[in-house]
C-alpha cells in the first residue's frame, strides 16, 4: 500500500449501463461518509472496479482494467464487485493482482468489509508488503459486526487462515435472498472538472423478474425491487435544493416500480390500496418536487400504458422521450427470446406514443444475430424499424451468457453473419436519425445547457441537450444547466445547430 498522506485514498471505475453508475455513485458515498479522498486510478490506495457482464466483451474490459492497473498503479488494491463479480467471483480472484471479489450481494457493505483490512495496513506502514489476510486479525470485532449469515465464504475466514487463498477473498451470496437498493445520483459529465457536473441520474428500481432467454441481468441483480417513494422524493428534493434543473430516473427494469411495493395511499395517488405504480411515481414527482424537467430512461413495452403515454404527453415537465426496448421484430423469436410481447403490440404502442407526442424521440434497443435468427426473421426486424418511427436505435450483436438458455441454444448465428446485421441495423437507425433531425430545423425547442464548450475556426459553441433528446450547439459560451429556448437555424454536419432569440 501507499503511505503518502494521512488519509486513504480510492477511486472507483464503472462499466456499463447507469444502473452500475449509480451503484458506483453509491459506493463513492460510502467510502466519502468514512472519510477517504477519491483520486485518479493511476494515485488511489485503493481501487473499485464496478463491473457488468451483459456481453462477453463487458468482461474482457473488466479484466484488461485489471490488468492495465497493475502496470499503472501496482501497490493499490485492487477490489471487483458488481455484476461480472456476482457472476464469476471465482474466475475473477484468480486473477493476478485482485485483493477481493465482492459480488452485488454484498456491495451494499463494500466499504465494512475493505476497510477493516486496509486500515490495519494504513496503521502500520512497515507491514506495506503483507497481503490484508496476514493482518486482518486484529479488525476480528469489525469484521464478526457484518451481516453477512449467507455469506458465500464467511467473513470470519479472513481471520483464520493466513495464506491468502482464493476462498478467503470472494463475498457472494444468492442475489435472490438479498432485497438491498443502492441508491445515489450519479452525474453525466463531459467535461474531467469537477464542477462541471450535470443531469443527475436517479435510479429508483433494481433486478428484474422477467426471464429473457439471452439475459444475465435477472441472475446477478435479483428480484425486482423499488426504491420507497419518500426517499426518491428526498433524492430529487436534494437535487433541485443543489440547482439541477433535470434529472433521469433509470432502473434495471423501470416500469415495474412499485409493484413490490404497497401502495401507502397518498393523497396524489390514483390508487389506494394494493400496490403502487410507475405512473403514481411521475405524478407524486411532479406534485412534490420543484424539478423542472424529469426524463425517463428505458421502459418495457407493456409498461408503456395508455395513461402513462397520456401523462408524458401531458406534462411540460417530462421529457418528451420514450426509449422502448425491442430486440427483434420477428414474432418466433421474440418467443424463443421469452419476450412479453409480439410485434404488433410494440408497433402499437410506437404509434400511439407518436401520435401523442409528435416531436418525441422514440429510441430502442435492437438485437442482431440471435441463436436459429433466420434470414426471413431479420429481414422482419428491418421492415419493422423501417416502418416505425423511430429516431435513434442501440443495436446489439448477439453474445452468449453462461447459464442462459439461449447460450444453448442450436443453431447459433455466425458471428460474421450477425455483425454484418448489425451494420444494416445500424446504417437504417443512422438514416432514421438523420431525417428526424431535418425535421427540426426552422422549430423552435427547449434545451438544457451542457458543460462542454468547444473553439472552432469561427469562434466558440457551447453543447446543449433539447428535451427530445438530440445533441444541440448554440453559438457562443453559455453557463451549464440552464433550460433556454433555442431556434433551430440548420443541419450541419448531422448536428442541430440554433440561435438564442435576441432581447
Known amino acids: 500500500m501507499r503511505y503518502h498522506s494521512s488519509v486513504l485514498t480510492y477511486h472507483v471505475e464503472n462499466f456499463g449501463c447507469r444502473a452500475t453508475q449509480a451503484d458506483g455513485a453509491a459506493l463513492e458515498r460510502q467510502f466519502d461518509s468514512r472519510g477517504l479522498t477519491q483520486v485518479s486510478a493511476a494515485h488511489a490506495d485503493l481501487v473499485i472496479l464496478n463491473t457488468c457482464t451483459v456481453t462477453n466483451s463487458a468482461d474482457q474490459d473488466a479484466r484488461a482494467a485489471i490488468r492495465r492497473l497493475q502496470r499503472h498503479n501496482p501497490l493499490a488494491r485492487i477490489v471487483v464487485t458488481g455484476c461480472y463479480a456476482q457472476r464469476a467471483p471465482q474466475e475473477i480472484a484468480a486473477l493476478p493482482g485482485v485483493s477481493a471479489v465482492i459480488g452485488n450481494s454484498h456491495k451494499h457493505q463494500l466499504a465494512e468489509i475493505v476497510l477493516p483490512i486496509l486500515s490495519v495496513e494504513w496503521r502500520s506502514p512497515s507491514s506495506a508488503a503483507i497481503d490484508p489476510i496476514d493482518s486482518v486479525s486484529a479488525s476480528a470485532a469489525d469484521v464478526a459486526s457484518l451481516r453477512t449469515p449467507q455469506a458465500f465464504v464467511a467473513l470470519s475466514a479472513l481471520t483464520e487462515n493466513r495464506e491468502l487463498r482464493t476462498e478467503s477473498r470472494v463475498f457472494v451470496s444468492d442475489i435472490f435472498a438479498h432485497t438491498e437498493l443502492l441508491a445515489a445520483p450519479v452525474f453525466e459529465s463531459s467535461s474531467s472538472h469537477e464542477g462541471d457536473r450535470t443531469r443527475p441520474n436517479l435510479k429508483v428500481q433494481e433486478g428484474c423478474d422477467n426471464r429473457c432467454s439471452f439475459c444475465v441481468i435477472p441472475s446477478v441483480r435479483g428480484h425486482s425491487r423499488s426504491l420507497p417513494l419518500p426517499q426518491i422524493i428526498e433524492e430529487v428534493n436534494a437535487l433541485v435544493a443543489a440547482g439541477y434543473r433535470e434529472v433521469v430516473i433509470s432502473g434495471i427494469n423501470l416500469g415495474r416500480w412499485g409493484r413490490d411495493l404497497a401502495s401507502t395511499g397518498h393523497p396524489r395517488s390514483p390508487k389506494a390500496a394494493g400496490s403502487q405504480r410507475f405512473e403514481d411515481l411521475l405524478q407524486i414527482i411532479l406534485s412534490e418536487t420543484q424539478l423542472e424537467k424529469l426524463r425517463i430512461s428505458s421502459v418495457e413495452p407493456m409498461d408503456w ?133 431535418q425535421s427540426l430545423v426552422g422549430k423552435s425547442l427547449e434545451a438544457i445547457t451542457l458543460n462542454v464548450v468547444h473553439d472552432d475556426s469561427d469562434a466558440e459553441f457551447t453543447e446543449a441537450l433539447t428535451g427530445n433528446y438530440q445533441k444541440l450547439y448554440l453559438k457562443g459560451r453559455h453557463a451549464p444547466n440552464r433550460w433556454i429556448t433555442a431556434h433551430i437555424a440548420e443541419l450541419r454536419d448531422g448536428a442541430l445547430w440554433g440561435t438564442l432569440p435576441t432581447l
Do not use: C
Request: hydrophobic share 45%; net charge positive.
Open 305 to 437: 400504458t395508455d395513461d402513462l403515454i397520456a401523462l408524458v404527453a401531458s406534462s411540460p415537465r417530462i421529457a418528451k422521450h420514450a426509449h422502448v426496448p425491442l430486440q427483434s421484430g420477428s414474432d418466433a423469436v421474440l418467443r424463443r427470446m421469452h419476450r412479453k410481447y409480439r410485434p404488433w403490440h410494440y408497433r402499437e404502442k410506437i404509434e400511439k406514443i407518436r401520435a401523442a407526442m409528435p416531436t418525441a424521440a422514440i429510441g430502442a434497443d435492437v438485437m442482431a444475430g440471435f441463436p436459429g435468427e433466420t434470414h426471413a426473421e431479420f429481414d422482419a426486424t428491418r421492415r419493422l424499424i423501417a416502418d416505425l418511427p423511430f429516431t435513434y436505435l442501440h443495436v446489439f450483436t448477439y453474445s452468449a451468457r453462461p447459464g442462459t438458455p439461449a447460450a444453448a441454444m442450436p443453431n447459433q448465428v455466425p458471428v460474421q453473419v450477425a455483425r454484418e446485421r448489425n451494420k444494416i441495423l445500424r446504417d437504417l437507425a443512422a438514416e432514421k436519425k438523420l431525417a428526424f433531425a
